[in-house]
């Protein structure tokens, strides 16, 4: 289980009010440098996923927050060159329904293009967003990923549950119903692409020391079947995109064995 605190995502929040504050108080000394505007837009990114996650509230008291990141972040890009940060900046301001955009209700996402991600973000990259340990450029493609994919949107949606006497918390759980295990807590020891029905997967293997005994899990970027077999090593849990065994005494620092990614079977060497 990996239990992930809303509160994380709520400091984004606080973060990027704070930065449009700063970049307000630089630009009226003149101060519209790169470094400045990617100081503002670096943590505004995060507005993208608190929206597409509805996690940002509609309350009279954000009004004049939001119009402070409105603000700053409209005149940022006035000087803005770079095509990265302007991007997140634009996706910002529709998202937040400013009025430079074509949406504005904050709590209905405008039907725009955002930054996104290529490939499906694995379960390592969600679990990082959902805790707040990604910079805030990554954290919009991520959002962007999302929002252009409605219905996996609504799974992450489904993981954040806001309950008023108790600290909110976001549960990620594998959709066997098991709870898949924070890959966060482990470390990367290999990683794969499986190719299913010509369409390239990326496949991360993640070992996990402690507790005793270890266990080595498999996370696929993509909902499919996967396995993994070898000799001393024992399958504990199986969910669509995940798999996760625990490693006998006899595997010492390297794994022989082969992994099932939807109809492929490859050989995967993992060594550690």
């Not at 939001?66 to 700053?72: F, G, H, K, N």
Request: net charge negative; hydrophobic share 45%.
């Amino acid at each position: 289980m990996t239990d992930v605190r809303l509160e994380a995502l709520a400091a984004k929040w606080a973060a990027a009010v704070e930065a449009a504050h700063a970049f307000a108080r630089a630009y009226a000394e003149d101060d519209a440098s790169e470094e400045a505007i990617e100081d503002l837009i670096e943590p505004a990114g995060w507005v993208l996923v608190l929206v597409v996650l509805d996690a940002l509230d509609g309350a009279d008291e954000r009004n004049a927050e939001r119009s402070a990141v409105r603000t700053a972040v409209a005149a940022a890009l006035e000087h803005c060159e770079d095509e990265l940060v302007r991007g997140v900046g634009e996706a910002v301001l529709r998202a937040l329904g400013s009025p430079h955009a074509s949406n504005g209700n904050v709590t209905s996402i405008a039907k725009t293009v955002w930054p996104a991600d290529a490939i499906r973000p694995s379960p390592r990259r969600l679990s990082r967003l959902l805790r707040g340990e990604l910079d805030g450029f990554a954290a919009a493609h991520v959002a962007g990923w999302l929002h252009a994919h409605p219905e996996e949107c609504e799974l992450v949606r489904a993981m954040v549950r806001i309950e008023s006497e108790q600290p909110p918390s976001i549960e990620l759980a594998a959709a066997s119903g098991g709870h898949m295990r924070d890959p966060s807590e482990g470390e990367v020891v290999g990683t794969k692409q499986a190719v299913d029905d010509k369409t390239a997967i990326d496949l991360e293997a993640v070992l996990f020391r402690k507790p005793s005994p270890r266990q080595i899990a498999i996370y696929a970027a993509e909902p499919i079947a996967v396995r993994f077999e070898a000799d001393g090593v024992t399958t504990d849990e199986i969910a669509p995109g995940y798999w996760i065994g625990t490693l006998d005494r006899t595997v010492r620092t390297t794994i022989e064995g082969k992994v099932h990614a939807g109809s492929q079977v490859e050989p995967w060497t993992i060594e550690f």
